[in-house]
């Protein structure tokens, strides 16, 4: 890779002879086994992309960022360097024209059994020569594994100008004799797969080059791991969709399935294309994921079904297609329905822990029909509520397109239905330092208020909103580098199942990290003293859940009121006796009772919004 020897380093001796008893042995294990131990899927990946280039121009660096990606995205990989290579397996090659090509010769070997393992193979070398490079190329092709060819371009001037190792100085002083570029050759390939580095592109677009490639070939996943689709009726089919729609049997569905209908049709829930079908119901409440076609496992911990009453049921079975419609308005045409049973017993107990009424969530669910009818969406229009905050309510797609707006080069999303208070900005701005400690130069948090259905002691969603808009007026969390929008999914109330729904929603609006602490979607047991789930089961279970690769978790740390500093600090359990914890409870009985939270708990502005609120409350 590069002239880290002289060129006095020659193999000695007689050409060694070739062997010739000898019989390539087919393997028992097919590439399609070893795909669907190693992938996110069941699809093959193994190939090689070979990085060619001056000394200097990037190859490696290239190779390693593009190897951080695919790890990022859950794929085999792994980076050949050329001086790693030169230090073990080549260390007895010089840099004679023979040599370089041995060396070439060898690790196109090494390259190929990566490749054949189901492993895509970084390989970067300088290889000046278009027959050696070839010769790789054909390797594989002979054994029908993918090679291709990224010429990282970076000009002469440019590498000179960096000479990290001073080899361009030997080089022009003559204390280097052949060096690639100076007095040795360097033939540029004639049509490369990928070609960066010529435009002094940064690293993460040549990355992106790399990684765009690999999407089209079919050999990277997409950067969201499965496809968000919406499920809006195009434009120009809108007219005819409205008219079908209003010749359809008709089936009326509450706020709680409106709100479900938005969180589909929006993508938060994709690869699901409309309510669950049966099989869908049951992988979800078994496996907490759904398997594609493809084979490919998709996280979903919870069932989002549509239900149907027994004579609902009987008039609608048989039907072609259905309207939906909410408060007399034809909102969507669900296709193919499929009517199966809600077994509510099992679904609470396999959901929730529990199947009792005193849960809020479940006491809704008992309430409605005895069954649920699945199906593809058609949905006729975007989903407005009209209520002020619609301006909140990003889509997925609305809000990738905000993140690369704002050059993110990393969004950490974290979920709330409290109002933010001085806890919360303190992790959430360590989350941030911790993200650039590890190379991101422009983080950006999604932060993420749920805006569905809550309990009702809950602080109600439009009094959440105008608190966390004063926290960013106010700069307790920097307003440019913070996405406020709000989740239309409405609460359950599941703990550790629901937490990686959360999660899982997030990634699909483009999340790369997503923040958890104790008690994720957690509350008390309807009929025992004590909570329904363990506070830190949350945190474990999402570490560990299927489906959500390409997803970082960022485990909090916990946040309390110090009270000798005067502000919200992380616990120290060593000195606990200095530390007070405010709990969501005891915050709403302050702001009931006319009580003023320790200086330094949340910012002044906010705490007005949220006593007002229970102060009105308390007056009515």
């Known amino acids: 890779h590069t002239h880290t020897h002289t060129l006095t380093f020659r193999r000695t001796g007689s050409k060694p002879k070739m062997a010739t008893n000898i019989r390539a042995e087919e393997h028992k294990v097919t590439r399609s086994n070893r795909a669907e131990i190693l992938g996110v899927d069941v699809k093959f990946r193994g190939c090689t992309m070979w990085f060619t280039g001056l000394s200097g121009a990037g190859k490696t660096t290239l190779s390693f960022a593009v190897e951080a990606e695919l790890c990022r995205r859950g794929v085999p990989c792994y980076g050949l360097d050329g001086d790693n290579m030169r230090g073990g397996l ?64 970076t000009p002469l001037e440019v590498c000179e100008s960096r000479d990290p190792k001073g080899l361009y100085k030997k080089a022009r002083a003559g204390i280097i004799k052949g060096f690639t570029g100076i007095d040795g050759a360097y033939e540029a390939p004639e049509s490369p797969d990928v070609s960066v580095g010529a435009n002094n592109e940064s690293i993460d677009e040549c990355v992106k080059a790399v990684c765009d490639f690999l999407e089209a070939k079919g050999i990277l ?183 690369k707006k704002r050059n993110a080069d990393a969004v950490y999303a974290f979920q709330l239905r409290n109002p933010v ?106 009929f025992r003293d004590e909570d329904l789930f363990s506070m830190w089961h949350g945190k474990a279970v999402l570490q560990m859940a299927p489906g959500l690769k390409g997803l970082e978790i960022l485990p909090f740390r916990v946040a309390a009121y110090n009270k000798v500093k005067g502000k919200m600090d992380f616990f120290d359990p060593s000195k606990k006796e200095d530390y007070l914890f405010i709990s969501g409870s005891k915050m709403r009985k302050l702001a009931r009772d006319g009580e003023e939270p320790p200086s330094g708990f949340m910012c002044p502005s906010g705490w007005k919004i949220v006593s007002s609120h229970y102060q009105s409350l308390a007056q009515q």
């Open 90 to 153: 080549n260390k007895n090659l010089g840099f004679a024209p023979e040599d370089r090509a041995e060396n070439i010769r060898r690790v196109g070997e090494v390259a190929k059994l990566f490749a054949d393992g189901g492993i895509v193979a970084l390989a970067s070398f300088i290889s000046p020569f278009r027959a050696d490079r070839d010769n790789v190329r054909k390797l594989h092709e002979e054994n029908g594994l993918p090679f291709y060819e990224c010429y990282v371009a």
């Open 221 to 403: 996943p997409s950067s969201s791991s499965c496809e968000v689709t919406e499920l809006f009726v195009p434009a120009d089919q809108v007219e005819a969709k409205t008219a079908e729609a209003a010749s359809l049997p008709k089936l009326n569905m509450d706020k709680l399935s409106m709100q479900w209908l938005q969180v589909l049709a929006e993508g938060w829930a994709a690869p699901l294309k409309g309510f669950m079908r049966e099989e869908e119901f049951l992988q979800t409440l078994h496996f907490n994921s759904l398997t594609g076609a493809d084979g490919k496992v998709e996280n979903q911990s919870v069932v989002i079904a549509l239900p149907a009453t027994t004579e609902e049921k009987a008039a609608m079975e048989s039907a072609e297609a259905i309207t939906l419609v909410y408060e007399g308005k034809d909102i969507a045409i669900l296709r193919k329905p499929e009517f199966y049973e809600a077994r509510k017993e099992e679904r609470c107990s396999r959901q929730w822990g529990v199947h009792h009424e005193g849960h809020p969530h479940i006491a809704m669910l008992l309430k409605h029909g005895d069954w649920l009818v699945g199906g593809d969406l058609e949905v006729l229009a975007p989903i407005k509520w009209n209520d002020g905050l619609d301006k909140y309510r990003l889509t997925p797609a609305q809000l990738k397109s905000e993140f």
């Open 421 to 526: 208070h001085n806890g919360h900005a303190l992790l959430m701005q360590d989350c941030r330092e911790k993200l650039i400690e590890k190379g991101y130069k422009n983080p950006v948090l999604l932060l993420h208020p749920l805006g569905g259905w809550t309990k009702n002691d809950d602080v109600p969603l439009p009094v959440r909103m105008q608190q966390h808009d004063a926290v960013l007026s106010d700069g307790v969390l920097p307003p440019e580098s913070t996405v406020l929008a709000i989740f239309p999914s409405p609460m359950l109330y599941a703990g550790p199942t629901e937490v990686q729904w959360h999660a899982k929603a997030r990634k699909n609006a483009g999340a790369n990290y997503y923040i958890v602490g104790r008690d994720p979607a957690g509350m008390k047991h309807p």
